[in-house]
């Protein structure tokens, strides 16, 4: 059995994929999709995200952007999203879907997935018997950051002279994109599957049910000095055959007109996209349901040993009421609980350093929700502002993102008044019109960094542990390719992220 530790969209997604392997899994997380996951923006944007000194993620995102169509479209199968209009039953998602039921205690494997062999997919419309094992423990902090891919595997990267291929997303059955009208949107999406067919409808279900949208990102610079350090990323990413164009401060207000009207130029990525992380994670807990994969809720507090190699986890008790005068702690009678497991992955995001020697640091992240009837912008927009690096992302309901702050506080994961402000003062530079919208919420998560930005993934050095964390601010973007490196995929870039390249955990 293979158990997850961390139920965030990379572990979820690791799981998923497992499982439709026919392999034997168990996520375990004490509050699985609302850790870092739950905050982030859910930006498939490695062109924009691009600098000077982060080329190998430049490679990993690029790799990964071309895996999110095919990804998608699997997951909303899987899921038993339906595109707009289509016949069949559906599944709902909201951020707060908890697909787990309550069930006793176990110390063995809660599932054996009898009978499922293949892809290990049920039928459409389908439920399996077998549920999920729930331990109801209170204590949060296991949420990772970020998911798995589906489907074909990807060409590499980079070829030898250092150049990215075309960017059709070819991979993926898409289209190369061609130029776009005066909206600015490439005439063929680079992320079709074609006019018709079962992939055009998964991936139609996905873009509804994920809020899964390609319209690119628009990065804008307000002075000469912006626009020269935009001119020299476009330079860099044409040297590396990465598509982008360089817009005036009128081509940039056509392309959005509530830009402030201070904007002096900008560069427009077409194949950027993003999409809603809550729903990601509520799909992929109902694809983990229908597979029969049970979710833990359990904090997990030490990795056990046998000999030298990790054998399991052991799960904290559940916490009791609190009594005057007396700590909460385990109930009487309790026992400690384990998992046995032939691998241990470890996607617990920020908190992985808390079960292994493995270089990851919680970097606190502030991001804001607002809301209005009709949407303020089309695409993705971000800038610099004061310094400070600030985006604002359309949701398809209205909801419009703003993020995001970074700070180095450890653990703390208080909303702030000056996080508040500077998001909100930032944002109506670029968009003047932010402060006419609804507050809808405000929360703050833990990116899991590391010392060079690059995630850890792949064998520990340690028999049984594998390591999938350390995502920083890309992990929704990694999570098709995390999946498969950690399959023996994409051996070329899975050098990049090995954990080879610090010292062994232990």
């Given at each position: 059995?293979?158990?997850?530790?961390?139920?965030?969209?990379?572990?979820?997604?690791?799981?998923?994929?497992?499982?439709?392997?026919?392999?034997?899994?168990?996520?375990?997380?004490?509050?699985?999709?609302?850790?870092?996951?739950?905050?982030?923006?859910?930006?498939?944007?490695?062109?924009?995200?691009?600098?000077?000194?982060?080329?190998?993620?430049?490679?990993?995102?690029?790799?990964?952007?071309?895996?999110?169509?095919?990804?998608?479209?699997?997951?909303?199968?899987?899921?038993?999203?339906?595109?707009?209009?289509?016949?069949?039953?559906?599944?709902?998602?909201?951020?707060?879907?908890?697909?787990?039921?309550?069930?006793?205690r176990t110390t063995t494997t809660p599932n054996t997935h009898a009978g499922q062999s293949g892809s290990a997919v049920p039928a459409e419309g389908t439920l399996p018997t077998n549920t999920h094992v729930v331990t109801p423990h209170?204590?949060?902090?296991?949420?990772?950051?970020?998911?798995?891919?589906?489907?074909?595997?990807?060409?590499?990267?980079?070829?030898?002279?250092?150049?990215?291929?075309?960017?059709?997303?070819?991979?993926?059955?898409?289209r190369r994109p061609s130029a776009g009208g005066e909206d600015g949107r490439a005439a063929a999406s680079p992320w079709g599957f074609g006019e018709s067919g079962e992939g055009s409808e998964r991936l139609a279900a996905a873009r509804?049910?994920?809020?899964?949208?390609?319209?690119?990102?628009?990065?804008?610079?307000?002075?000469?000095?912006?626009?020269?350090?935009?001119?020299?990323?476009?330079?860099?990413?044409?040297?590396?055959?990465?598509?982008?164009?360089?817009?005036?401060?009128?081509?940039?207000?056509?392309?959005?007109?509530?830009?402030?009207?201070?904007?002096?130029?900008?560069?427009l990525a077409r194949t950027d996209a993003w999409v809603d992380p809550r729903r990601v994670t509520a799909a992929l807990l109902a694809a983990l349901e229908r597979l029969g994969v049970p979710v833990v809720r359990a904090r997990v507090?030490?990795?056990?040993?046998?000999?030298?190699?990790?054998?399991?986890?052991?799960?904290?008790?559940?916490?009791?009421?609190?009594?005057?005068?007396?700590?909460?702690?385990?109930?009487?009678?309790?026992?400690?609980?384990?998992?046995?497991?032939?691998?241990?992955?470890?996607?617990?995001?920020?908190?992985?350093?808390?079960?292994?020697?493995?270089?990851?640091?919680?970097?606190?992240?502030?991001?804001?929700?607002?809301?209005?009837?009709?949407?303020?912008?089309?695409?993705?927009?971000?800038?610099?502002?004061?310094?400070?690096?600030?985006?604002?992302?359309?949701?398809?309901?209205?909801?419009?993102?703003?993020?995001?702050?970074?700070?180095?506080?450890?653990?703390?994961?208080?909303?702030?008044?000056?996080?508040?402000?500077?998001?909100?003062?930032?944002?109506?530079?670029?968009?003047?019109?932010?402060?006419?919208?609804?507050?809808?919420?405000?929360?703050?998560?833990?990116?899991?960094?590391?010392?060079?930005?690059?995630?850890?993934?792949?064998?520990?050095?340690?028999?049984?542990?594998?390591?999938?964390?350390?995502?920083?601010?890309?992990?929704?973007?990694?999570?098709?390719?995390?999946?498969?490196?950690?399959?023996?995929?994409?051996?070329?870039?899975?050098?990049?992220?090995?954990?080879?390249?610090?010292?062994?955990?232990?």
């Amino acid at each position: 059995m293979d158990v997850i530790v961390g139920g965030g969209v990379v572990g979820l997604s690791i799981a998923w994929r497992l499982a439709r392997q026919g392999r034997e899994v168990v996520v375990v997380d004490p509050s699985p999709a609302r850790g870092a996951s739950y905050a982030a923006a859910g930006m498939l944007a490695p062109i924009s995200e691009v600098a000077y000194t982060e080329e190998p993620l430049l490679r990993l995102g690029v790799a990964s952007l071309r895996r999110w169509p095919a990804f998608a479209a699997a997951l909303a199968a899987d899921a038993g999203l339906t595109a707009p209009g289509s016949d069949g039953p559906a599944t709902t998602l909201t951020a707060q879907s908890d697909t787990s039921v309550s069930a006793p205690r176990t110390t063995t494997t809660p599932n054996t997935h009898a009978g499922q062999s293949g892809s290990a997919v049920p039928a459409e419309g389908t439920l399996p018997t077998n549920t999920h094992v729930v331990t109801p423990h209170g204590e949060t902090g296991h949420a990772g950051s970020t998911p798995a891919g589906a489907g074909p595997a990807a060409a590499s990267a980079v070829p030898g002279d250092g150049r990215f291929p075309a960017f059709d997303l070819s991979s993926a059955g898409g289209r190369r994109p061609s130029a776009g009208g005066e909206d600015g949107r490439a005439a063929a999406s680079p992320w079709g599957f074609g006019e018709s067919g079962e992939g055009s409808e998964r991936l139609a279900a996905a873009r509804a049910g994920l809020d899964l949208r390609d319209d690119g990102t628009l990065d804008v610079a307000f002075g000469p000095d912006d626009l020269a350090m935009l001119d020299e990323q476009a330079g860099f990413m044409e040297k590396l055959g990465l598509p982008v164009e360089r817009l005036t401060g009128r081509e940039c207000r056509r392309l959005e007109p509530m830009l402030a009207p201070s904007v002096r130029g900008g560069l427009l990525a077409r194949t950027d996209a993003w999409v809603d992380p809550r729903r990601v994670t509520a799909a992929l807990l109902a694809a983990l349901e229908r597979l029969g994969v049970p979710v833990v809720r359990a904090r997990v507090t030490e990795l056990l040993r046998d000999g030298d190699r990790v054998s399991g986890v052991r799960l904290a008790p559940p916490e009791s009421g609190a009594v005057p005068g007396i700590s909460p702690g385990a109930p009487p009678g309790w026992e400690p609980e384990t998992l046995v497991a032939e691998r241990v992955v470890l996607a617990a995001g920020a908190w992985s350093g808390e079960l292994a020697d493995v270089p990851v640091r919680p970097v606190k992240g502030q991001i804001m929700r607002l809301r209005s009837a009709q949407p303020l912008i089309g695409r993705c927009v971000r800038g610099t502002v004061h310094g400070n690096p600030v985006y604002l992302v359309p949701r398809g309901d209205g909801e419009l993102v703003v993020g995001a702050t970074q700070e180095e506080l450890g653990f703390d994961t208080r909303v702030t008044a000056g996080g508040v402000y500077e998001l909100l003062r930032d944002a109506r530079e670029l968009v003047p019109g932010v402060t006419e919208l609804e507050v809808a919420d405000v929360v703050a998560g833990l990116r899991p960094g590391t010392p060079d930005n690059l995630p850890v993934i792949g064998p520990s050095g340690i028999p049984g542990l594998v390591l999938a964390t350390g995502h920083h601010r890309g992990g929704v973007l990694l999570t098709p390719l995390t999946a498969a490196i950690l399959e023996g995929e994409e051996a070329d870039l899975a050098t990049l992220c090995s954990p080879a390249r610090f010292k062994d955990v232990s």
